[in-house]
């Protein structure tokens, strides 16, 4: 496959502007998820995610297509609840 460069050009400012407004808007609503989860859950130092908050849980979609919520109990039971 060859690709043909001889077409390239300069951005237009308006591709830039555009572009920039994008980034603005992305990181904006990075921003909030970031705040909507805070505190919910962390990745520990060994990269493995840790729920923090015991009234959430890890959310898992079986083979047919039916969601479920894993939390433990104070003795370690695992218990799930279908949502």
């Known amino acids: 496959m060859v690709?043909?460069?001889?077409?390239l050009r300069p951005p237009d400012p308006d591709d830039r502007f555009r572009l920039s407004k994008w980034r603005e808007l992305l990181t904006v609503k990075v921003k909030e998820?970031?705040?909507?989860?805070?505190?919910?859950?962390?990745?520990?130092?060994?990269?493995?995610?840790?729920?923090?908050d015991s009234a959430k849980g890890l959310i898992l979609k079986s083979p047919d297509g039916t969601r479920w919520r894993i939390q433990v109990n104070n003795s370690g039971t695992v218990t799930t609840t279908s949502l």
């Open 3 to 7: 690709f043909d460069n001889t077409s």
């Open 33 to 52: 998820l970031l705040s909507y989860f805070s505190g919910a859950f962390i990745v520990t130092s060994d990269k493995e995610p840790e729920v923090t």
